[in-house]
Every structure is written in C-alpha cells, then in structure tokens.
C-alpha cells in the first residue's frame, strides 16, 4: 500500500502564523500524529502534498521516508492528489488521509484497505446526525454507491443524505491515475474534486465499497483553534484511558495532559493537573502530587512527589521525597532515597543516596556525596559572571543553614560547616570550618535616646 496525506491547506481560520498541520496536538503537529499512524502501515511509499508554509512544514518534519509533493495552488482535492501521483508507483493501492484529521486509527485504515482489495474503491464513511459541509454519500436503488456529490452541489433531496464523505479513501493506483487525469473543475466551487472519481470508477464497472471507523472522533478534522481544543481534549481522553486500562490510578482522567510518551510501572498514581511532555518514566508505586509538570524525566520505584513540582530533563532515584515546589533542571541525578523540599533548585549536579536538601536553596553544577545534609538556603555560587565551575560535597558532611559554596569548591568527608559560612576555600574532612564574623557583645552599650 502507498499512502499520501494531503497538508496544503492555509487554514485560514486558525488565525495563526504558524501552517495548519503544524498546530500541535498533545505537542506534535496535527501532521505528525498522521504520519505516525501512516507509518503504522509500513506503506511501500509515504507521500505529502504541502502548500502553504511548505518550508516550515518540510523542515519540521522532515524524514528520509516522506516523498514530498508541492501543490503551489490550492485548486482542489483531486488536484492535490494528481500532485503526488508522479511519486507513487502504479502497482497496489494509494490510501488518501488528510494532514488535519489527525485522531484516524490505524485499524480502521487498515479494515479499509482490506475492504479496498487489489481491485476495489473504498470509501471511508460517516453517519452524520448533521452533515451539513460535507460531500454526501448517494447510492442507487440497490444501496450501491454511485457518486459522491458535495454539498454546494447537491439537491434539496441529496442534502438530506446523512451519510457522509470523511475524505479518506483507498484505491488501486493504476485506476486513480487514470481517473484523476480526467477530472474537470465543472462545479460549484471550481475545483477539481478528488470525490468526482467515485462515478468515474461506477461507470467503468470497478465495485465502490465503504467502511465505518470505530469512532466518529477519527474522522474530525481541525479547521480552527476551537476544533483543535477539541480534538485535544478526545486524544487526552483516550490517554488517559490507557492509563488506566493499564492499571494507572488517575485521580481525574479528565485532568491530565500527556504531551509525549508517559510510562509507568504498577500502581502508579496520578493527581490532578499534572503535565507530562517528552519521555517520562514513572516506576512502580510512584506518586506525582497536583500540578506537577515532568518532562524528560525517569522516576525511580516508591518516589512520592508533592504537589507544584517542575522536574525537566532529570532522573530521579527509589524512594525519593520530593516537592512541593521543587525544581529540578536538566542535568539532575538523584540516587536513592533523596529528600529535595520546599523552593529547592538543583541543576546538572549528582546527589548520592540519603542525602536531603530540604529548603530554599540552590544546587547548580555540584557532586553531593551520601547522607548529606543541605541546611535550608544554602547556596552554591557556581556562575563568576563568566565561567561555571563545580562544587564537590563528600559523604556525610553538614552545611549549616544560608551557606555559600563559592566555587571551585570542596568540602571533606564528614565536614561541618556552620551556619551562614561563606566558603571560599575547600573545607576539611571531619572538621568544623566557620567562615563568618565572630560574634561580639558589648556589655557597657547604651542605646541612642531620641533627640528632644
Ligand atoms: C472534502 C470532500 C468532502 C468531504 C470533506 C470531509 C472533496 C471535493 N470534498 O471537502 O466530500 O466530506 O472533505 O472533510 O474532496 N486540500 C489540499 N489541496 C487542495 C484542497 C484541499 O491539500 O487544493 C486539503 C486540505 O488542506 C484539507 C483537505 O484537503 O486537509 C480537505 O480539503 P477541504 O477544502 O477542507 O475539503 P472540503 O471542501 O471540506
Ligand atoms: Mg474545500
């Protein structure tokens, strides 16, 4: 089977710059969901007519698998596809999709291809409580179909068709070209109608069979940001069913966003608002707080995550304790049960096992050894306006509360700094290291009086 996705349409009415089929759906273009499900295929070609703001939509999602087809003017369906004929091989079938119906199931492609056959036209059809817009399905006295007639064309009686023309089709190739090289714009809108090869193939005695999908959601397409909202919203339904279908304990599945692939072992929980993009990986027994955001993150077993976390780019050991409110950036590795609390930053620094930062403080561009303790706003002063540079923690040392780490840096193993120490130096081993002022009282001091 060959595929091509017709995505040369403006979409003038999502008001935007960005092209139509690049507006995202759960973070990937609405083309990119259909070039998922095509490749879920394993089509011998995989073809893409683009148009508007081809540029940008070629160099988003270009692939060595897609042959690419410009249809500089927009002068129909049936012209956009005569555009990647050329691409296409005549022997087996072509299955025409549409860059901006995006929710279409592989399965029932596939149903419609089976149905299509070595010798068949297979029409991919709805019926539709209001079909108002689209082609409508007519068939002859017997229920055959016979023609496809779009709506600015159709009879008062034909309007009243509810079956309608979800656009995807599957037809042998050979026959499709020679049908689209016949097609004339003698209509209403003045377009080539791909729908006009449906009464081509009756009259050449070639069967025309229909399909139903599943669902009537496959078939929506987005044309502005309202619909887009709208198909966002049935795709992260059906996510979020996954989820639970696979054990996932979601505490609303109405309220959850998946932007990418979210993994997770048994008995997972999820609560509310929480968003997942890029890859992310929750082990067994993990629990992410509300409105959490995780992107790109690995999550080790029994982790309990409070609410109002920001975790991107970082993986995060067994039996963790994290939040609220922590954030953890790109660069982050946390061993084994790590305690990071409340308006505690870390970022590309490595935390060994038991160690807890557990207040106000930020971690950047450090080695923390194990059974750490990080008092509440400490602060290691990595950046010099300049450079970067690391501070290095060993096993088991204390930094007392609202120190600063000035780095390059190092503090021994067992090491105790006091509180408000400002280091500039490395710090012993197992020693006391204090790096402040030492502590005055004057006993003979009186306090100032208001002048009169
Ligand atoms: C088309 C069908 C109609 C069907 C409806 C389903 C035809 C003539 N009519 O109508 O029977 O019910 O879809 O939604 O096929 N496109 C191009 N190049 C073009 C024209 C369109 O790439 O020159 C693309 C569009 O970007 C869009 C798709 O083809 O993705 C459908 O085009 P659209 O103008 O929306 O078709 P309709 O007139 O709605
Ligand atoms: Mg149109």
């Known amino acids: 089977m060959q595929i091509t996705i017709l995505a040369a349409g403006q979409g003038k009415r999502m008001n935007s710059r960005l092209p139509k089929v690049l507006q995202p759906i759960a973070g990937q273009a609405l083309l990119a969901h259909v070039l998922r499900t095509a490749r879920a295929l394993s089509p011998a070609r995989l073809c893409v007519v683009y148009g508007h703001g081809g540029d940008a939509v070629r160099a988003a999602l270009a692939a060595p698998d897609i042959a690419w087809a410009e249809q500089a003017q927009q002068l129909g369906t049936g012209h956009a596809v005569q555009q990647a004929m050329p691409l296409l091989e005549d022997e087996g079938s072509v299955l025409v999709l549409y860059g901006d119906v ?50 600015k064309d159709a009879s008062p009686a034909q309007r009243a068709i509810r079956e309608i023309n979800t656009g995807i089709l599957c037809a042998p190739a050979r026959l499709l070209r020679a049908w689209l090289a016949r097609l004339g714009n003698h209509n209403a809108q003045g377009e080539y109608y791909l729908t006009d090869v449906i009464a081509m193939a009756v009259a050449d005695g070639v069967d025309v069979v229909t399909q139903q999908p599943a669902h009537e959601w496959e078939v929506l397409g987005v044309n502005n940001k309202a619909q887009l909202a709208g198909l966002e919203r049935i795709h992260q339904h059906n996510l979020a069913q996954d989820l639970l279908e696979a054990g996932v304990t979601l505490i609303d599945p109405a309220r959850i966003d998946i932007r990418g692939e979210l993994v997770c072992g048994q008995d997972v929980e999820i609560d509310v608002g929480c968003v997942f993009e890029g890859r992310v990986e929750l082990a067994d027994g993990v629990k992410v707080g509300a409105y959490s955001v995780l992107r790109n993150v690995k999550v080790g077993a029994e982790t309990r995550i409070a609410p109002f976390c920001h975790f991107d780019s970082a993986e995060i050991g067994a039996a963790g304790v994290l939040g609220p409110y922590a954030r953890l950036r790109p660069g982050t590795v946390l061993a084994e049960d790590v305690h990071v609390g409340n308006f505690v930053e870390i970022k590309n620094a490595q935390v060994a096992a038991h160690t807890k930062a557990n207040h106000l403080s930020y971690i950047g561009d450090a080695t923390i050894g194990s059974r750490v303790n990080i008092g509440a706003g400490v602060i290691t002063c990595n950046y010099d306006g300049v450079n970067k540079h690391r501070t290095v923690i060993g096993d088991d040392a204390f930094i007392g509360s609202d120190c600063q780490l000035v780095a390059p840096v190092t503090v021994g193993r067992g090491a105790t ?30 306090r100032p009086v208001r002048k009169k």
């Open 417 to 446: 700094l006091g509180a408000g120490t400002t280091l500039t130096q490395d710090a012993p081993e197992d020693a006391l290291t204090l790096g402040r002022s030492r502590q005055l009282s004057l006993t003979g001091w009186v």
């Open 102 to 151: 995006p929710l279409i199931r592989a399965g029932t492609l596939a149903a419609l291809a089976t149905a299509a056959g070595t010798n068949r036209l297979a029409l991919l059809t709805v019926e539709l409580a209001d079909p108002k817009g689209y082609g409508r399905i007519v068939r002859d006295a017997e229920g055959r179909v016979s023609e496809i007639v779009e709506e």
